[in-house]
């Protein structure tokens, strides 16, 4: 059905009498005007004769919030998940879990709020928040170890975990120093590969090094991997020192400690030209698997023997990058993972990290996002709306004509339209479209 009204054919809508907005609309109207006090009664009402309506919920438990309940709002809004799954709901949710102090039960909602596709900034916003989190938790995770290192059981650490400690390279040129940090990567990587083993995430390594103040040198040390090991829960310690031959050469060595024994099993070393830098770290990896004992499948090794990238270019700019980022200078870090993408289009690895850099930018930060910018900024996404007058405005302005807006222009994920064609925000005096039966109450 369509119908095209002048603006003025609304106008009786505004007389006592006329037409009214429903609960929901109502509420929304106080809710966005900042009166959430205001707006929960209406809810209520609303969920009183809809108590499927999930979008009711969902704001009932954004008033909640909004006000500090955040008790129920957490319940407000897992009613409202159990009924429709929403972005917007599992954010707030979210949210509501980091005031409680529950940052695990906090990843999990914005996780599987960037599983229901927000749209625009928000899913850049809580990309960062999700990236910030993870960190605080590993490096929890690390203090916790340090804390009660005398109390550490090696022997309790479970034989199929393994980790990987940032390369050495002190000998080498400045310019490929950040190769080190690659191949560090890239073997942990590779190592994940293998069914039969656990490795130890990366961020855990990176924030042990952080925390005990190591050089990469003093990090690579074969001596110091049964500390390490303990701290991080790690059987098995894979260290590397990379050598420059002439200009155009490296050499690869490494090592396997063994966390409960410290017994060291050398790794045959690898050594070939810069331009072939990842035929040396697939032996070196090979050489790694073979000091571990462990007997490859067909399909393993095949992975294995993949290649990101055949680009030496691609793989430094990589390299470069992730060194740029530990030091949170992201803006650098990104353009060299554009360096790396350019130079190879199918370096999947490099545009991940391209993405998520670009994610915490473009939210607006320049590092971690802590819980205090990260509501505001949220809270700021979501009055602006997806067009420059904002969603909140148009949708007050229409409840305030008729209440006829359909529920399909609810923005229940931030920055995508649900209805069908998207509206746009007006001035003055125009012709209003409208698709659908008139009297289906909002």
Known sequence: MRRILPILALAACLLPGGCSPGYYRQARTLAEAGDPAGAVPLYYREIQEHPANAAAW???????????????????????????????TQLYLG????????PDLALRAYGNALGLQPGGRTRDLIEARVDALTRERVLREVRRSLAGESDLDPAEIPDNTVAV????????????????????????????????????????????????ELSRSQFADPTSAPRIGRLVGGRHIVTGTLLGLGDEAV??????????????????????ALQDIFKVQKKFVFDVIDALGITLTPEERTEIEKVPTENYLAFMAYSRGLELRDRNDLGAARLEFQKATSADPGFSQAAGQGRSVSSLLAAGFGGPVDFGQFTTAV??????????????????TMTTWSGFVPVGTDLGNFGQWVDSPPHTLFQGNVDVIVRGDLNVRP
């Open 58 to 88: 969902r704001e009932l438990g954004v008033a909640f919030y909004d006000q500090g309940e955040y008790t129920q709002a957490e319940e407000a809004l897992k009613r409202a998940a159990g009924i429709e799954p929403d972005a917007r």
């Open 95 to 102: 949210m509501a879990y980091e005031r409680r102090d529950d």
């Open 165 to 212: 400690v940032e390369f050495a390279g002190g000998d080498l040129p400045p310019d490929l120093q950040p190769l080190t940090r690659g191949l560090a990567e890239f073997t942990a990587l590779d190592l994940a590969k293998v069914g039969s083993l656990r490795v130890v995430d990366r961020l855990k390594m990176d924030a042990i090094r952080k925390e005990l």
């Open 251 to 272: 050499r690869l060595d490494g090592a396997v400690v063994n966390t409960v024994d410290q017994s060291v099993r050398t790794a045959e070393h690898a050594d070939g």
């Open 379 to 396: 809270a700021a996404v979501a009055d602006a709306g997806p067009a420059a007058g904002g969603l909140a405005g148009f949708q007050a």
